[in-house]
């Protein structure tokens, strides 16, 4: 940095070995025996620890002084990392604080003992390193626990009450469950999905319409961007090959209207959010299969070229052998 002392215990709680892209946190300060109105920002790149960090890409001390708005420090940020001005449909980027709250204010910035630039515009939970456990403020106080940094995977145990768990099953089962009927088919010919499914709307029970606020406030996403409740069974032998949540544009170049339905990459499924409702004695783990691979190009915001690399492969959809597997337990999201 070349200014001031190693981070705050504040900002060491959430630096991470890894280089989490489209993050910077942020860490106000006052140097010592300055005035109230002197105050300064280091910023950490990518969530990452100073120690860990390349030398191409180091933290930095930003002037916080000359800021009259909040807006100041965005433009400062944007300026820094020279970030192309926003795109048709592209959300603004955001500060935050720790706990996932959109700041409005400079002096929000100012109090905050660590703040969050999220390039995407919308909160995303800092994953920090396998393990780490942080609290999450609400009508339901939930602890969320890394399981993974890529993905970024989030364990919440007791998210439903075994009652609640029963309901949601019979609420699924009442309202039908059908074939999920997911076409095309792997190379050797079977069939990507062989469970079954029913879409259930918030409206159709008040549990439902609870879990919907309970997920709200748990991804800090307003439920209105929530989709309706999906419930799935798996009867002995059935599965789902693996595959990604949200669309792949890259795979549909000349379909005009996949592109616009995505808003051309900027609205699609941000985070999936799922519940196991029953305990099996054996089987039935969700798999990751692209558990630890390397991030193509982190520090380039993407593009068609940074879909593969080495250190990145695209797994064999329908085997379970590699990656990490979780083992479902009634209640847990």
């Given amino acids: 940095f070349g200014e001031g002392d190693a981070p705050s215990a504040a900002a060491e709680r959430y630096l ?22 002197d105050w300064k920002v280091r910023a950490y790149p990518g969530g990452q620890h100073p120690s860990f960090a390349s030398a191409d890409d180091p933290g930095f001390v930003l002037d916080a002084s000359i800021w009259i708005d909040l807006q100041d420090a965005l433009d400062a940020l944007e300026v820094h990392y020279q970030l192309p001005a926003l795109e048709q449909l592209q959300s603004p980027r955001a500060l935050f604080d720790a706990q996932g709250r959109r700041l409005a204010a400079l002096r929000e910035l100012r109090r905050a003992p660590v703040a969050f630039l999220l390039e995407i515009g919308q909160w995303m939970w800092p994953a920090v390193r396998v393990g780490f456990e942080q609290e999450v403020e609400g009508p339901k106080r939930l602890l969320l626990r890394t399981l993974s940094l890529r993905p970024k995977i989030f364990e919440v145990r007791n998210f439903l009450a075994k009652d609640e768990c029963a309901d949601v099953m019979r609420i699924g ?18 069939a990507p999905r062989t469970s079954e499914q029913v879409w259930v709307g918030s409206s159709q ?45 890259e795979q549909h170049p000349d379909q005009q209207i996949i592109w616009k339905n995505a808003h051309f990459g900027f609205q699609d499924r941000l985070a999936t959010v799922f519940w196991y409702l029953n305990d099996v004695p054996a089987g039935g783990e969700t798999v990751f299969p692209k558990h630890n691979q390397t991030v193509c190009a982190p520090k380039s915001r993407g593009g068609q070229d940074t879909v593969s690399c080495q250190g990145s492969s695209e797994p064999d959809p329908a085997s379970c052998e590699a990656g990490l597997r979780i083992r479902p337990a009634a209640g847990t999201a």
């Fill in 16 to 37: 991470s070995e890894e280089f989490f892209p489209g993050a910077t946190l942020l860490e106000p300060f006052a140097p010592e025996g300055a005035s109230d109105d």
């Fill in 205 to 249: 029970a008040p549990l439902l319409a609870a879990l919907d606020d309970r997920v709200a406030a748990l991804t800090r996403v307003p439920k209105n961007h929530s989709e309706d409740l999906q419930v799935v069974k798996y009867s002995e032998n059935q599965y789902y090959h693996s595959h990604m949540d949200w669309t792949e544009l």
């Fill in 173 to 190: 089962m009442r309202r039908g469950l059908a074939s999920s009927g997911v076409q095309g088919a792997s190379d050797e010919g079977k």
